[in-house]
C-alpha cells in the first residue's frame, strides 16, 4: 500500500514536499518514481531513485528544481519540489517498482492514490 500526501495549494515560486509512505512487501528492494498528471494530459513520469544504489533520474521539466529522496527506515519517499510554478499543477502518484530504473510508468507494480498539487501565479 502507497500513501502519498503533503499536496496542496501554494503560489508560484514557492515550494512543497509530498511523502509517500509504504507498507507492506520489502521497501528498500523497490525503486520508488514519482508521476504526474496534469488536468485533461496524461500521465508523465517526473522522477525515481533506484533500490540498487540511490540513483536518481529526473524528467527535464523538474531537473534542478525538484529532489527525490528516500528513507528505507522510514519506508518513505519523498519529493521536494522548489520553485513551483503553473505547470506543476496536477495530481501526483508514487509508485513502487521492482526494477532497478523503470522510468516508465507500465514498469511499475504499485501505485498510490495521488495528492493534488495547485500552483496558482
Known amino acids: 500500500l502507497l500513501q502519498a500526501s503533503g499536496g496542496g495549494l501554494v503560489q508560484a515560486g514557492e515550494s512543497l514536499r509530498l511523502s509517500c509512505a509504504v507498507s507492506?512487501?520489502?521497501?528498500?528492494?523497490?525503486?520508488m518514481g514519482w508521476f504526474r498528471q496534469a488536468p485533461g494530459k496524461g500521465r508523465e513520469f517526473a522522477t525515481e531513485i533506484s533500490w540498487s544504489d540511490g540513483t536518481t533520474y529526473y524528467t527535464d521539466s523538474v531537473k534542478g528544481r525538484f529532489t527525490i529522496s528516500r528513507d528505507n527506515a522510514k519506508n518513505t519517499v519523498y519529493l521536494q519540489m522548489n520553485s513551483l510554478n503553473a505547470e506543476d499543477t496536477a495530481v501526483y502518484y508514487c509508485?513502487?517498482?521492482?526494477?532497478?530504473?523503470?522510468?516508465?510508468?507500465?514498469?511499475?507494480?504499485?501505485w498510490g492514490q495521488g495528492t493534488q498539487v495547485t500552483v496558482s501565479s
Open positions: 509508485a513502487a517498482s521492482k526494477l532497478i530504473r523503470p522510468r516508465w510508468a507500465r514498469y511499475y507494480d504499485y
Open positions: 507492506g512487501g520489502t521497501f528498500r528492494r523497490y525503486t
